[in-house]
């Protein structure tokens, strides 16, 4: 199903192309051999040449995006835009080249007889048309290239093309956290902060809010949810001890470990009250999730501690546990005591 937008954008190439076929049909355009035979190398020669001017910078912008992720070409090459007007496009080409030799044909007339009103279409009025569209949505391609030149566009062009639920699994997980890792790495902070953002305060809320308010739905849908949030705070952990490990390695400054971090505490803050107080059922599966954000909690502290942000992260993480109605699971006491002591020899 096409979105509003892609109908929008190619409302002015189906405009010209109809317009177009309408002026070969009635106007006195392409009535010669000697003009088709021109229409058809100069149109396999400017269909060529839009093609290669696409490319080029489409190359131009992957290589703007290495610097954030290699995840990021994906947003390029799953375009099934570009995929459907090259392919028409190199389709053309192709079908030009084949009538050049043929051009006569072209020039006899299809009577359509069977309305009230009889007309006739010349073949070349086809080629006319599908050339029209082509070279107008390429154009409209190449500008749509352009605005994922802009990091903010490309990261809505990535959203849009990996949409973040707890379907998608494990793969799915890892290529958000892949382009955070790897913007992180090459000093692209505002990168890692605007996917982190994202997955915490639009993703996370919607999935924490399908869990609280689903009373009716199927357990092997909570199951799939809940491993999916084990799978996410997995993943969560595996951001702080590299954040920590690059602020100490000074790719990044203390403010911007400290941004990453206070994101990453947010999602905790969120989570956990959310799921021992809001989550019902109350099952093994619930608390096996529990116990397990925990555990990643704890070593993040772990690793804090020996930080040099020690004095200003550990403290807010240690008081992510300091609520009585925690403790209501008997599987999870141990968890929280090992992080309480953690905290109080800290």
């Known amino acids: 199903m096409l979105s509003k937008d892609t109908m929008c954008r190619y409302i002015a190439p189906v405009g010209a192309s109809i317009i177009v076929f309408v002026s070969v049909n009635i106007g006195g355009l392409l009535t010669n051999q000697e003009d088709i035979r021109y229409f058809l190398s100069a149109l396999s020669q400017v269909e060529a040449t839009l093609i290669g001017l696409y490319i080029t910078i489409l190359l131009v912008g992957i290589q703007l995006v290495r610097d954030y992720s290699e995840v990021f070409y994906e947003v390029y090459f799953r375009d099934k835009e570009f995929w459907v007007i090259v392919g028409s496009t190199i389709l053309l080409i192709v079908a030009s080249l084949v009538t050049l030799g043929a051009s006569e044909r072209l020039m006899n007339p299809i009577s359509i007889n069977e309305t009230k009103m009889p007309f006739t279409i010349k073949p070349s009025s086809f080629l006319a048309t599908w050339a029209t569209f082509n070279i107008i949505s390429m154009i409209v391609l190449l500008r749509k290239t352009f605005r994922l030149f802009y990091p903010v566009n490309l990261l809505r062009a990535f959203i849009d093309s990996f949409p973040f639920d707890y379907p998608m699994g494990k793969n799915g997980l890892s290529m958000y956290f892949r382009a955070i890792s790897k913007s992180i790495q090459t000093q692209n902070i505002e990168i890692s902060l605007f996917i982190l953002g994202y ?99 704890e070593l993040i502290i772990e690793k804090l501690q020996v930080s040099e942000l020690s004095d200003e992260m550990s403290k807010k993480f240690c008081s992510l546990v300091q609520y009585e109605p925690y403790k209501i699971f008997n599987n999870v006491k141990p968890q929280i005591e090992s992080i309480e002591k953690i905290c109080k020899e800290s």
């Not at 790719?251 to 905790?268: G, T, Y």
């Not at 989570?271 to 107080?277: E, N, R, S, V």
Request: charged content about 25%.
């Open 199 to 297: 997955i915490v305060d639009e993703r996370l809320d919607k999935l924490l809010s399908m869990l609280s308010n689903d009373k009716d739905q199927h357990q092997i849908d909570i199951h799939e949810k809940l491993i999916f949030l084990r799978q996410l705070f997995y993943n969560f952990r595996n951001l702080c001890w590299y954040t920590l490990d690059q602020f100490h390695a000074r790719r990044i400054s203390r403010d911007e470990a400290k941004w990453i971090l206070e994101i990453v505490h947010r999602a905790f803050q969120k989570t956990l009250p959310k799921l021992i107080i809001g989550t019902q059922p109350h099952n093994e599966q619930l608390e096996n999730t529990i116990t397990q954000i925990l555990f990643e909690l």
